[in-house]
């Protein structure tokens, strides 16, 4: 077993030697993790492992993946999507351009499920999805667009429930075990690597989801991001995260109102949006 | 029998209890069906709540349940252990960690494995371990596993499990 002091070892060799800060991450998870990968690589000693770490640059990849979590799926809770389609998107449609920004998209499903919202409202053609994610590996599989047909019979009941009515499969061509989904949807989403911890607002978005990517910050980091999305969001723009999180006990909360029970909050015209402090002003691209 | 048991529960309980608790997603009635049958406040828990006695606290479906050393929850969408998801395992190993001997791990009726590790490292950690006998369960998989696996400190049945709280405060 890895022991506390030595998960504080390796987050700072990951620090120093790669710039991947994980200082702020939420303990016990992290060091679930670990663990994990201790006993999974069967590596003998913990110096082992810290040496490995240090000194194998492919090992490090495989490192970050593993003890940062990449499970998602299509229409995760539906009822959300729903109300996507019904409160947010209609809202959005009155936008000439629509900016939406997936913070900490992993392998990208639910990415490919808002490209299937904006189809389904006839938006997709004048919306962008940026995507981003610390780990370039699962940005490139996003990117490709083909994920386990295994999955395929859940994605399709979870879209169902979100209020869709095409037929799922229509999206994608399956193949042998994989789906690939259509390059409709792919042509509009914008891949790129971006660190939550460390990098700043690159733009402005009248959408951010970020769903079960904080639940493994602490809280300090937690209020942190958040003050990034808040000076990414444009008034009257909107913030999607997880089931169980929440913006309540953020300082840029007063700017927020929540969108009935869901997890959705939207900024209200005449925010407070502090953007002296350490973080620049974003830079528009447009 | 977590229905049966929590009424017996007295007011001003010393500790938190956390049920982990295997079952499909969903806005679930759980919530609510435990807060009729007991004096206790109960809440579902949202992630980075604070753990305080007195309380009852249940696992979201969906997530795993883990305990900081700050005493916060916090949540963890990884992969499923055990196939299930919260799964048991992972929040006993990770309230032992925190808790030490403070902690008292307890497993009911289930149907597969899911526990045994966890109270394994409850008991290393110097906590207490008690099972459900299997031969009241419901179903006697789970508390069965344990009792062939742990060291375990009481076999008790329902009315067993109801004195036991009531002797802890």
């Given at each position: 077993?890895?022991?506390?002091?030595?998960?504080?070892?390796?987050l700072?060799?990951?620090?120093?030697?790669?710039?991947?800060d994980f200082t702020d991450y939420a303990?016990?998870?992290?060091?679930?993790?670990?663990?994990?990968?201790?006993?999974?690589?069967?590596?003998?000693?913990?110096?082992?492992?810290?040496?490995?770490?240090?000194?194998?640059?492919?090992?490090?990849?495989?490192?970050?993946?593993?003890?940062?979590?990449?499970?998602?799926?299509?229409?995760?809770?539906?009822?959300?999507?729903?109300?996507?389609?019904?409160?947010?998107?209609?809202?959005?449609?009155?936008?000439?351009?629509?900016?939406?920004?997936?913070?900490?998209?992993?392998?990208?499903?639910?990415?490919?499920?808002?490209?299937?919202?904006?189809?389904?409202?006839?938006?997709?053609?004048?919306?962008?999805?940026?995507?981003?994610?610390?780990?370039?590996?699962?940005?490139?599989?996003?990117?490709?667009?083909?994920?386990?047909?295994?999955?395929?019979?859940?994605?399709?009941?979870?879209?169902?429930?979100?209020?869709?009515?095409?037929?799922?499969?229509?999206?994608?061509?399956?193949?042998?075990?994989?789906?690939?989904?259509?390059?409709?949807?792919?042509?509009?989403?914008?891949?790129?690597?971006?660190?939550?911890v460390?990098?700043?607002?690159?733009?402005?978005?009248?959408?951010?989801?970020?769903?079960?990517?904080?639940?493994?910050f602490d809280k300090d980091l937690q209020?942190k991001v958040?003050?990034?999305?808040?000076?990414?969001?444009?008034?009257?723009?909107?913030?999607?995260?997880?089931?169980?999180?929440?913006?309540?006990?953020?300082?840029?909360?007063?700017?927020?109102?929540?969108?009935?029970?869901?997890?959705?909050?939207?900024?209200?015209?005449?925010?407070?949006?502090?953007?002296?402090?350490?973080?620049?002003?974003?830079?528009?691209?447009? | 029998?977590?229905?049966?048991?929590?009424?017996?529960?007295?007011?001003?309980?010393?500790?938190?209890?956390?049920?982990?608790?295997?079952?499909?997603?969903?806005?679930?009635?759980?919530?609510?069906?435990?807060?009729?049958?007991?004096?206790?406040?109960?809440?579902?828990?949202?992630?980075?709540?604070?753990?305080?006695?007195?309380?009852?606290?249940?696992?979201?479906?969906?997530?795993?349940?883990?305990?900081?050393?700050?005493?916060?929850?916090?949540?963890?969408?990884?992969?499923?252990?055990?196939?299930?998801?919260?799964?048991?395992?992972?929040?006993?190993?990770?309230?032992?960690?925190?808790?030490?001997?403070?902690?008292?791990?307890?497993?009911?009726?289930?149907?597969?494995?899911?526990?045994?590790?966890?109270?394994?490292?409850?008991?290393?950690?110097?906590?207490?371990?008690?099972?459900?006998?299997?031969?009241?369960?419901?179903?006697?998989?789970?508390?069965?596993?344990?009792?062939?696996?742990?060291?375990?400190?009481?076999?008790?049945?329902?009315?067993?499990?109801?004195?036991?709280?009531?002797?802890?405060?």
């Amino acid at each position: 077993m890895v022991k506390d002091v030595e998960v504080d070892i390796l987050l700072n060799d990951l620090l120093e030697r790669y710039g991947y800060d994980f200082t702020d991450y939420a303990k016990a998870s992290l060091k679930r993790r670990i663990n994990r990968l201790f006993t999974l690589d069967k590596f003998p000693s913990f110096a082992e492992l810290r040496y490995r770490v240090k000194n194998d640059e492919t090992y490090l990849k495989r490192f970050v993946e593993e003890i940062t979590v990449n499970v998602t799926e299509m229409f995760r809770d539906p009822s959300f999507y729903k109300m996507l389609r019904t409160e947010v998107l209609p809202v959005l449609a009155t936008y000439p351009l629509i900016r939406i920004w997936h913070a900490g998209c992993s392998t990208g499903e639910e990415v490919y499920s808002m490209g299937i919202l904006l189809k389904e409202a006839n938006l997709l053609q004048k919306s962008l999805l940026y995507a981003t994610d610390l780990n370039p590996d699962v940005l490139e599989r996003a990117r490709r667009g083909i994920f386990p047909m295994v999955n395929m019979k859940q994605y399709s009941e979870n879209y169902i429930l979100s209020g869709g009515t095409q037929d799922f499969s229509s999206y994608y061509t399956a193949k042998y075990d994989r789906a690939k989904f259509n390059t409709d949807l792919t042509k509009k989403m914008i891949y790129a690597t971006h660190n939550l911890v460390s990098d700043r607002s690159f733009n402005e978005f009248q959408l951010i989801l970020c769903r079960n990517v904080m639940i493994y910050f602490d809280k300090d980091l937690q209020d942190k991001v958040l003050t990034l999305f808040d000076q990414s969001i444009e008034p009257l723009g909107f913030l999607g995260l997880g089931s169980k999180e929440t913006l309540r006990f953020s300082s840029v909360s007063v700017n927020y109102v929540q969108l009935s029970k869901e997890k959705i909050w939207r900024k209200k015209a005449h925010a407070n949006t502090n953007c002296s402090s350490s973080v620049a002003p974003p830079v528009v691209l447009k | 029998m977590i229905l049966q048991v929590l009424p017996s529960v007295p007011k001003n309980f010393s500790l938190a209890i956390v049920i982990v608790l295997h079952r499909r997603g969903g806005e679930s009635v759980l919530t609510e069906l435990l807060t009729e049958k007991t004096v206790l406040p109960v809440k579902e828990v949202e992630e980075k709540d604070e753990i305080l006695s007195g309380n009852v606290y249940i696992a979201p479906a969906d997530y795993h349940l883990l305990i900081e050393n700050d005493r916060t929850f916090s949540l963890d969408y990884s992969e499923k252990v055990n196939y299930s998801r919260p799964s048991i395992d992972v929040s006993f190993e990770s309230a032992a960690e925190v808790y030490g001997n403070k902690l008292i791990g307890m497993l009911l009726s289930g149907a597969n494995a899911d526990g045994t590790e966890g109270l394994k490292r409850i008991k290393e950690l110097g906590g207490l371990v008690v099972v459900q006998n299997p031969s009241e369960a419901s179903v006697s998989y789970m508390p069965q596993q344990a009792l062939d696996d742990v060291q375990v400190d009481y076999v008790f049945d329902t009315n067993g499990i109801k004195h036991f709280f009531q002797k802890l405060k």
